[in-house]
């Protein structure tokens, strides 16, 4: 896939290639990933850094929801970094973003940790983070979901 519609893959969902979360600074078009194209468009991206034995999702999009896209590719993923010998997962995702939390739990991740006005600290390098969600959430805090790789 062209690196230059990766770029507008993120560019769309993400405002530019740049996620700030509270275990870095991440170029999410340097990152390794997987991705499922559709009549060769971008439907779904997932991007993850591998630390070995864990491994965390940075950023997990699909062009249109409920149509099993980020499971097939969560799914994917978590079969391969196994192989690879990860023993767990992890991603962090913010307090309004209530799909995400809905979507992780579901498939057996469980939320270990809270960063307090995280986002607002995540603010000072990448300002366009929005204050508000779409449904009109304060955005402050960052959780932690953990899965642990059976």
Do not use: C
């Not at 740049?18 to 990152?31: E, H, P, Q």
């Not at 973003?97 to 579901?106: D, E, I, R, V």
Request: proline share 4%.
């Amino acid at each position: 896939m062209p690196l230059k519609q990766r770029q507008q893959f993120f560019q769309n969902h993400w405002g530019n290639t740049k996620m700030v979360i509270s275990s870095g600074t991440y170029n999410l078009d340097a990152l390794p990933g997987f991705v499922l194209l559709k009549d060769n468009k971008i439907v779904a991206l997932i991007t993850y850094v591998n630390q070995r034995f864990e491994v965390e999702i940075i950023s997990l999009d699909s062009v249109i929801e409920n149509q099993g896209y980020g499971t097939q590719l969560i799914n994917y993923l978590e079969r391969y970094v196994k192989n690879q010998g990860a023993k767990i997962i992890t991603l962090v995702t913010t307090n309004d973003n209530l799909t995400a939390l809905k979507f992780y739990q579901k498939r057996g991740y469980r939320i270990v940790a809270i960063f307090p006005d995280a986002v607002d600290r995540a603010r000072q390098t990448k300002p366009e983070i929005p204050l508000k969600s779409d449904a009109g959430i304060p955005i402050h805090d960052e959780l932690k979901l953990v899965k642990t790789l059976i």
